[in-house]
């Protein structure tokens, strides 16, 4: 089959993908073979080829964002032929401490999607038939895959910040992740604050409900019940946090920061202020999502490469230039 495959010894000079033939994943007791349709890139993926995150495969095809059908391995709830998604959670032990008290996401042996195990940046992908999910009809493939990430993360994200109905929402960054969490706090009644850089994403933000856009330095006019920080940087952390009324709650929505800069404890964090990080998902929270995201309809604006083009797909979520969400192709 064909796959874009990440090689950690790649020439600095050489681009992140090879695009080219491999083994076609073989099925095993409780997995299942999947006919990839879409698969969404996530600023995740941009992490792993860039080694910001450490490289755990010698060759690893990236992706966990996957949209498929059921081709091998079917079970009673997924028949042949199942539309399914495949997200970054693609395993987990179940009887670590973590486990055992709801709290799967995170597990001390966890398996990730296109990070410790192949992903779906390829014709086939292998998972495991526990962590897939049947999607709901009226989703189309590619408006679909974003939603297995950037959506199930950006909702765990309120979730942490413990978003209630009505209160006062900044989001930090306003790529694919908040575009599809402000469809939900719009849904809560809550007033969101989006600060972001980038004219096209203020306008995106503007134009799906926000009750304020301002740009990278700018401080919202009200203060906080909840921020989310969506960009890779400690700074914005900071921005969000002095935006914040006492009590209120950061909750960071990545995986990897550049650094966290030092800051007045007094003037940003007493007053009992909280940052939370986000970590992964649980199964609950990709149903939940998924159930309100066919609810309510969100409708991501999805930008297509061809798996041939993969290195343009990554590379327009690195360089920001798609507003929406990026979905490769096979
Ligand atoms: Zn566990
Ligand atoms: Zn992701």
Not at 288 to 315: E, G, M, T, Y
Request: net charge negative; with cysteine.
């Amino acid at each position: 089959m064909k796959a874009a495959v990440f090689n950690p010894g790649r020439k600095a000079t050489d681009p992140f993908l090879q695009i080219r033939d491999v083994p076609r994943p073989q099925c095993q007791p409780g997995y299942i073979v999947i006919k990839v349709i879409a698969c969404g890139v996530c600023r995740t993926d941009l992490h792993i080829v860039e080694q910001d995150l450490p490289t755990i495969q010698p060759e690893l095809i990236p992706g966990h964002q996957i949209v498929g059908e059921v081709v091998e391995g079917a079970t009673a709830e997924l028949p042949l032929g199942t539309r399914v998604g495949v997200s970054w959670m693609g395993g987990v032990d179940g009887d670590c401490f973590y486990c055992l008290n709801g709290k799967e996401n995170l597990c001390d042996n966890p398996v990730f999607t296109g990070y410790s195990i192949n992903g779906g940046y390829a014709e086939y992908a292998l998972a495991r038939s526990d962590f897939a999910y049947p999607l709901p009809s009226g989703l189309d493939d590619l408006h679909v895959a974003p939603l297995l990430c950037a959506g199930i993360i950006g909702f765990r994200s309120l979730r942490v910040a413990g978003v209630s109905q009505g209160e006062r929402v900044g989001l930090f960054g306003f790529g694919s992740s908040a575009s599809l969490a402000i469809a939900v706090l719009k849904s809560w009644k809550c007033e969101v604050y989006v600060v972001t850089r980038g004219e096209a994403h203020r306008q995106r933000a503007a134009s799906l409900g926000a009750t304020w856009v301002g740009a990278e330095d700018d401080k919202p006019p009200v203060a906080l019940d909840r921020a989310i920080t969506f960009a890779p940087s400690g700074k914005v952390v900071i921005g969000a946090l002095a935006s914040l009324r006492k009590g209120g709650v950061v909750a960071i929505n990545a995986i990897h920061l550049d650094q966290m800069p030092a800051f007045d404890y007094d003037t940003l964090l007493w007053g009992e202020r909280e940052i939370r990080s986000v970590a992964n998902m649980t199964r609950q929270d990709a149903r939940d999502f998924l159930q309100i995201a066919h609810d309510l309809r969100i409708q991501p604006r999805v930008k297509a490469f061809a798996l041939d083009d993969a290195n343009k797909a990554v590379l327009a979520v690195k360089e920001e230039t798609e507003s929406g969400s990026t979905v490769i192709v096979p």
